[in-house]
Structures are given as structure tokens and as C-alpha cells.
């Protein structure tokens, strides 16, 4: 069962819930992103992985408009070590390539901790599989200079 964050004209701007059968939170963000939406949407998100004591997120922003650069020092001077905290570990980010919400994305990305898999991906289903890779086969062949799937 997937949540819906609303912003204050009534119109969602997220779904969000936790998939039990993967193992995952999964965030669908919808339209135009303020930075109390992301706040109050990326809050949720750490309540889900802490009630869940999961690891893993798939992150769709292939339906936002826009960029969200004005959230990116909050999201990582204080949401990610909150996340990583928690033991987040694995991160999968679906976008529109080439799009503002991508650029913003890569910022951010570009910052993450070593020990947070971090992946884009234009395929919801492509970001689903490779959630499936444990962190440990990421870590081994990141380690070997090998590629990692995506």
C-alpha cells in the first residue's frame, strides 16, 4: 500500500510506500518539487526504512518537472547520513535522462558516501533488478575493477 503526500493546493506530489516482497521503499514523485516537498517527502522515506529496517530505495523522478537543486544541501547535510544511519545501501534513481531532475540528481549522487551504492537508471524495470544485487556482489566486483550491472 502506497501513501500520498499532497502539497497545500490539494495535488499529490508523491507515493510512497515500503514493497515487502522486495525489500525496497518505493518514491514515485509527481510534478513540480518544492523544497518542503522534498523535505516532508524524503522524512517519510526515513520512517519507512527505519519501520522496515530496509536497505534499499527505487526513486522514480521520471514525473518530475523541474529541477530540485534547492534541496540538495539539505538532503545531504542531513537527510543522507540519516539514511546511511539506518543502513541504507543500495539507491536506485529512475529519471528522464538529460532532464532538470536528472541534473539535480547527478549533484547530489556525485556526494554520496562511499558506502552507498548509488545508481540512474531510465527503466523502472532495469532499477528493479538491480536493487536484487546484494550490496556484497556490488562491493566485490566495484573492488575488481569489474562493471557493475545496470
Known sequence: MY????????KVFLQIGYNPVSDYVYCNWLSYQTKESVMHGATVMLDLLQQHGCRKVLNNNTQVVGPWDHSIGWLYQVWLPKALALGLNQFA?????DSFSDESFTKISDLANLNLFVNTFTDEEVAKEWLKISPLTLSALHAVGEAVPA
Open 93 to 97: 534513481n529512475v529519471s528522464v535522462q
Open 3 to 10: 501513501l500520498e503526500l499532497r502539497n497545500a493546493f490539494g
